[in-house]
């Protein structure tokens, strides 16, 4: 969910505290990105209404077979890329966005930072309780 979050609102990594490393590569490269959208007045709503519309196409693309979604406690969802329409993979890799360096620096770094705890994404983005981890 973070991950979609940020590719679609880019320009909200740089409220992310403490992330990337300060003026690392990284860092330098989301203090570059142009703020395209309007400020969100409630992020943490934003975020909470795209979980609806995320855990409909997610079901969607379950039913299609296209990815499987394993049972709880983890519930990591994984591609079955042999059921990947080719109209579709043609699309994604002719896709602008996902050739970004920004759009890179969520799939390969962000998405492997730790969510939980006192130096966790929950915290460090303020979208999500992290109290209790």
């Known amino acids: ?36 959208f309007e400020e969100l007045p409630n992020t943490k709503r934003v975020f909470y209404q795209l979980k609806a519309i995320q855990h409909t196409a997610l079901m969607y ?17 994984q591609l079955i890329g042999d059921a990947v329409p080719e109209k579709i993979r043609l699309m994604l890799e002719e896709d602008s966005l996902r050739n970004s360096d920004y759009f890179k620096l969520i799939v390969e770094q962000l998405s492997h930072q730790t969510l939980n705890g006192k130096s966790g994404l929950k915290m460090k983005t303020g979208l999500m309780e992290f109290l209790y981890d």
């Not at 880019?10 to 992330?19: E, F, H």
């Open 61 to 77: 693309l379950e039913a299609k077979g296209i990815v499987k979604i394993t049972a709880m406690p983890n519930k990591q969802v």
């Open 1 to 36: 969910m973070l991950c979609d979050f940020y590719s679609l609102f880019p320009s909200q990594l740089k409220k992310i505290s403490g992330w990337p490393r300060g003026k690392s590569k990284q860092w330098y490269l989301v203090q570059t990105l142009p703020n395209d």
